[in-house]
């Protein structure tokens, strides 16, 4: 997939120089410049360090590098990496990742400038704000403040920007030649922009905006690491290529980015606990399903129609608490996060979501919750 769909668009690897015999060094720069002709090589302090930009790995039957607004296959990634390091698990091992860029692509309904300017207005906790413009199309760089002695710390920056503006920029156009059609879903979001024959996109009329998360060097790149084997001191090549042996890296770097973004960007779930604190269990319960389902729009709108305003009134009102009060908010959120997986749940969450989400009857069940409790927890 292209949209809402996880890529990685760096990867810096690093290992002392000492450790790696001359010949296999030369063969690692040269598988490198093979499957990443824009690899860039540099040598300091005794370390050799490589930067490689995996979405523009050279594919199957290409010879040329187009883009970076799709991830290769996962067994595409591995055999490249496993022919870099040699297929040698010594090489594998003293290799390390120490910096990565973590990105999705979202098609958004209105124009890019409208999200980041919304974005820029919320208050950050431990975040330095900077908001960058280069004509007139404004891009939001969050740098996070972390202690250098927390062992919990990561260094990383969250950056938004226009990639239609970015594409353009340096490819001087907006026709974008994918590497893999587009599937059904994503051919609904662009309509005519798209010409599956010759597997060309236009970007020109698209509003998509590109979020970053630049994890930068620290000993351990803290939340990529403890996903993947906590008991490691680095994130080795050995680690990562495991991974995509069994098919989990993809999802779990995707599992560490939502969760940046939830916990930095959007907090809700820690300020709807908040706002509930003083509610009891049960209707703490169905305020924490109802802001889950990612339609509150959708259930006002149902609660009207069924003259229910006077009952969603209260919940509505916890929630603009912990949600600013912006259709577009609301409208990023949910593209980000309404197909996340859900934590586990009780028997009753489960058995308000097994119902149809778009229906009077979940709304009913929901409010059932919140204006009649079964039992008293307060």
Same mark, same amino acid.
């Given at each position: 997939m292209m949209f809402n769909d996880l890529k990685i668009d760096k990867l810096k690897l690093l290992y002392?120089?000492?450790?790696?015999?001359?010949?296999?060094?030369?063969?690692?720069?040269?598988?490198?410049?093979?499957?990443?002709?824009?690899?860039?090589?540099?040598?300091?302090?005794?370390f050799i360090q490589h930067n490689i930009t995996p979405t523009k790995i050279i594919r199957p039957k290409t010879t040329t590098k187009i883009h970076n607004l799709q991830m290769p296959s996962e067994k595409e990634l591995l055999n490249a990496l496993d022919d870099i390091t040699l297929h040698n698990s010594q090489v594998q091992d003293e290799l390390k990742s120490t910096l990565i860029h973590l990105t999705k692509d979202i098609i958004l309904q209105k124009p890019v400038k409208e999200y980041?300017?919304?974005?820029?207005?919320?208050?950050?906790?431990n975040f330095d704000v900077e908001l960058k413009s280069s004509n007139s199309e404004?891009?939001?760089?969050?740098?996070?403040?972390?202690?250098?002695?927390?062992?919990?710390?990561c260094k990383f920056l969250i950056k938004f920007y226009n990639k239609v503006q970015q594409f353009y920029k340096e490819h001087g156009h907006y026709?974008?030649?994918?590497?893999?059609?587009?599937?059904?879903? #994503? /051919? +609904?979001?662009?309509?005519? %922009?798209? &010409?599956?024959?010759?597997?060309?996109?236009?970007?020109?009329?698209?509003?998509?905006?590109?979020? #970053? /998360? +630049?994890?930068?060097?620290? %000993?351990? &790149?803290?939340?990529?690491?403890?996903?993947?084997?906590?008991?490691?001191d680095c994130l080795s090549l050995s680690i990562i290529l495991n991974a995509l042996k069994n098919?989990?890296?993809?999802?779990?770097?995707d599992k560490v980015f939502n969760t940046t973004l939830q916990k930095y960007v959007f907090s809700t779930n820690t300020k709807l606990q908040t706002a509930t604190a003083?509610?009891?269990?049960?209707?703490?319960?169905?305020?924490?399903?109802?802001?889950?389902?990612?339609?509150?729009?959708?259930?006002?709108?149902?609660?009207?129609?069924?003259?229910?305003?006077?009952q969603i009134s209260e919940i509505n009102s916890i929630i603009r608490k912990i949600m600013p009060d912006s259709d577009l908010y609301t409208e990023l959120y949910n593209t980000l996060f309404s197909s996340d997986d859900k934590p586990e749940s009780t028997e009753e969450e489960q058995r308000i979501r097994d119902c149809n989400p778009c229906n009077s009857r979940t709304l009913k069940d929901i409010l059932l919750i919140y204006d009649v409790p079964i039992w008293d927890d307060s």
């Open positions: 002392k120089k000492k450790d790696v015999a001359y010949e296999q060094r030369t063969e690692i720069k040269d598988w490198l410049e093979y499957y990443f002709p824009d690899c860039t090589t540099s040598c300091q302090s005794g980041i300017s919304m974005l820029s207005e919320i208050p950050y906790s404004p891009s939001l760089y969050l740098h996070h403040n972390y202690s250098v002695d927390s062992q919990e710390s026709k974008c030649q994918l590497y893999k059609p587009l599937t059904l879903k #994503e /051919i +609904e979001l662009v309509g005519n %922009a798209y &010409i599956p024959k010759k597997k060309i996109l236009n970007l020109e009329h698209l509003n998509i905006l590109r979020i #970053e /998360i +630049e994890y930068h060097e620290t %000993a351990k &790149i803290k939340p990529i690491i403890k996903e993947l084997n906590p008991s490691a098919k989990n890296f993809y999802s779990t770097l003083e509610l009891s269990k049960v209707r703490q319960l169905a305020c924490k399903l109802y802001h889950e389902s990612g339609l509150t729009c959708h259930y006002t709108a149902v609660a009207n129609e069924l003259g229910l305003a006077n």
